[in-house]
């Protein structure tokens, strides 16, 4: 799989490291990959004992620096939601129009990017039964907004 570039070469590094974790369904853009390092696994300590973390520009990178470092562990995304979709409860889906960054296992940056029919059509009446195959990019999805 070729892995999204970051949004903007700059920035990376300069991100907060609090961020949430996973979820919301889909994303818009990718921040910088991320690699936790982890004392009590063996990585070096340099943060008086607490996890930290390496940000990188490419997965390729991020991927490279895991394999070759005790106590780290595999690649993230950090990524940037500009509008989300909350499951405040099982098989209840809410539009959320507002930005967040959180962090996603880069396997699910194989789902296509938001555009301005996802959300709309994953929450659609007429949505398949297994919504999430929309999000995969496996289903047509129809003209509707809302």
Not at 10 to 30: L, M
Not at 65 to 91: H, W
Not at 94 to 117: M, N, S, Y
Request: proline share 9%; charged share 30%; aromatic share 12%.
């Amino acid at each position: 799989m070729k892995f999204p570039p970051v949004l903007n070469l700059s920035k990376v590094g300069e991100y907060p490291a609090g961020a949430k974790a996973g979820g919301g369904f889909v994303w818009d853009a990718v921040l910088e990959y991320r690699v936790w390092c982890h004392p009590e696994r063996g990585a070096p300590d340099e943060a008086d004992g607490s996890d930290y973390y390496y940000a990188f520009s490419s997965y390729e990178d991020a991927e490279a620096f895991f394999r070759t470092s005790v106590g780290a562990e595999e690649p993230l995304a950090l990524v940037l939601q500009r509008e989300y979709i909350d499951e405040p409860e099982p098989g209840k889906y809410v539009h959320v129009r507002e930005e967040r960054i959180t962090e996603w296992p880069v396997a699910f940056l194989c789902r296509p990017k938001r555009d301005a029919l996802t959300i709309p059509a994953f929450l659609a009446e007429d949505a398949p039964a297994n919504r999430l195959d929309i999000i995969r990019g496996l289903v047509p999805r129809s003209g509707r907004t809302e």
